[in-house]
Structures are given as C-alpha cells and as structure tokens.
C-alpha cells in the first residue's frame, strides 16, 4: 500500500532538511516505522534478536551502513545512540540518521543526552483528521494565526466519533473486524505487562493488578483523579494491596513505554494565577485502549455505560470523547509549534479542557463538548479565561460533535471533531 502521509510529516520533512539526526518517539504501533523507512536508504532493525547480538558486539559498525540510516528500536542496543552522536559532531551534514524508540531507555543506558545533536520528535496516533473519514474545514494553524473564518458542514454524527473512539489511531489495527480488533488491543495491553516493562528493568510480581490498575487509570480518563484514588479503585476489596512505591515504579514505566500521555497543567507565563491546579489530565495512548480495559463496546457507550473516576462529572463517553479530541488537538498543535495543556482551579470552579500556548505566548482556548448544540453555559469557562487573560488570548473554540462550524454572537468558535484539521 501507499504511503498516507500524515501531520508529522512536513515537520519530519522539515528535519531531516537542516537536522543530521532526529529520534522519533512514540508509543509501539503509532506508525514510527512506517513514516521514517520511506525516507531511508537502509533500514537497522534493532528489534530483532540476531542483529541486536550483531550490533551489541560492534555498535560503530552500524556506521558503515548506506544514509539515510533508519535505526528502528534504537534502544534495544542503547549504545548506538552514542555512535550516532559522535558521528553528528564530526559531520553534521543533514538528514543522516533516523532512529526510532518505543521507550525511554533506564537512566544511564546512554552516555550523553544527545541534546544539540539528535532532535527528538513526538509521534502519537492518528488524529481524526488523519483517519480518512472526514474533510477538515478549520485549521488549527489558522486558528493560532488569528483567522477568524470558520465555516464547514460534516455529516459525521455522535455513533461515529464512538466508533472511531473504538477503531484506535493505531494505525496498523484500522479496519480489522471488531473481534479481531479486540484481539489485537488486548494482547497489545497483555504484552506490554508481560514483556514491555520486564525489558525496562521491572519485575511485574502480579500482572493482573497492574491490568486492574490501567483499568481504573482508564477510567480516570480526561480527569484529574488522584494517584491515590486510582490505586484504591484498582485495589478495592484486596486485603493485600501493592505498595504505592510498587504502582508508582509501574507508573513511570508506562509512561517511558509511552502508554500514558497525561496533560499537563498549564503554566502562564507573565500572568498571575494564584490558584490553578497542578495536576494532569489522565490519557492513555489511544482511547481504544481505555474503552478496551473498561470493557466496553459502541453500543454500551451509546447507552451510557461505565463510571468515570474523578472529581469531573459526565460520563465515560463524554470523557473517551475528549480524549480523542485531546489526541486529535496534540497531533495537530504539535505540528503549529504549539504547546498543549489543561486548566483547572484549585476547588474547580472553573476548568478549560485545552490551552494551546504559541510561541510568543498566547492562548488559544478550546472546551470539548459531547453535544452537537451549544449554549450560554457552555461558553462560561472560555468567557472567564478571556476576561482574566485579556489580550493574550488569540482564540476561543468550542469541539463538539454537531454539523457545522460557526461563530457565536460572543465571537466564540464552535467547530465539529470531524473539521478540525492543520
């Protein structure tokens, strides 16, 4: 099949034409491999035992190899990193080396950073605007830019954001039937227990309690639950639970595996709030993974099933909907060179579901909403960020899941998942 290039790529591309080296990182099956091969002359595949033997013997080896060379796995053999550094110091012609990762190898396994001389490049699921389903309308660069044109129609309804949230960004699993879909994201989830993490250096004693942990921390999607209430609700009803040193060790390997991607709290620069929470908004790699640990399927959602975990109201598809949407966000954001975070005060009053900070600053604001109408009420949250922050506020947006981009009176754009593209 054809290549479908996709919202990285005119950044990778960007790259390699200045960059000798750049790593890009990312969650197993996000399509790291699939993007930078097409762009390399010779491929290193450091997932395979035999060449890892063959290059754990003789790391500079690999430089003998024809360039562009693509190191897939690259910490498998940790080493390699640092023969491709000392390669870029003594040639810094660009687009040399493209070395892919799937996890955060342990502290140490590297002599030196690489800062300056190996870019790193986040790499995440599809967005929705990448899933060939829909034609975007709104561009995000546009919005950050100060366009103020938003228009557009889309016949995507409710049940099919919920069957995307299903269908998972991953994009090697698009268009399996749903028991083989199922299949795939459960030993996706089985995998990462089983071998994943030991390969990070960490015993998996009871690898049924961490799955019931990812299951609470699934529940607590799109929430600020605390590590806390997610080790009680994991471990309700066991007489002997794990030490929270124990799940706090699981934790930091997820996220080296990249299967946890939470949203960081914003941090204004040069303005005063005294009273913002710190505490990220919990997502996993994909929604499909949290829908799969919860047990749910299309039909379930539509019907409401599930109870979320944190002190957010709603309910678990209003919370797998915005995770996908804070998915979609981050792919394309990322590509504007913008920042993405969260908002929320100390005692709740008033919460901002993305805070997108440009280069120079400024915000652009967007709530996410499972409705496909918007009131007053809605609007409040963005309305108050505009009054506290004032001229630094580029935009404010509404997603929700109706059929038309528009305006509001109050200047508010309200814009459909399924237009929302570069």
Known sequence: MDYQRRALDDELDLMLSAL???AVDGAKAVGKT???????????????????????????????????????????????????????DEDRTPGQFLLTGSATPKEGATAHSGAGRITRLRMRPLAFSERGNTTPSVSLEGLLAGNLQVEGHTDIRLPDYVEEIMASGFPGLRGLPPRLLRGELDSYLRNTVDRDIPEQGLSVRKPAALLDWLRAYAAATSGTASYTEILDASTAGMSEKPAR?????????????????????????GKEFTRLSQTPT????????????????QRSLLDGAGTPLGP???????????SLATLSVRVLAQRAEADTAHLRTRNGDH??????????GKVLAIEVKLSNTVTDNDAKHLAWLSNAYGDQIIDRVIINTGPAAYRRPDGIAVVPLALLGP
């Open 245 to 269: 040193a124990t799940t706090a060790a699981y934790r930091d390997a997820l996220r080296q595996l990249w299967l946890l991607d939470p949203l960081p709290a914003w941090a204004p620069i």
């Open 351 to 360: 919460e901002i579901d993305l805070i997108l900070t440009d280069p120079e």
């Open 312 to 322: 957010q109201q709603g309910t678990v598809l209003g919370r797998l909907f915005e």
């Open 34 to 88: 699939s993007t930078t091969q097409v762009r390399a002359a010779s491929v290193l595949r450091l997932d395979s035992r035999s060449v890892r033997e063959v290059v754990a013997a003789d790391p500079a080896s690999i430089l003998l190899r024809p360039r562009p060379l693509l190191i897939d796995e690259w910490q498998n053999v940790p080493d390699v990193w640092d023969v491709v550094r000392r390669a870029v």
């Open 20 to 22: 000798p080296a750049i």
């Open 282 to 297: 919990h997502h996993l790699a994909d929604p499909a993974l949290a829908a799969r640990l919860l047990g749910l399927t």
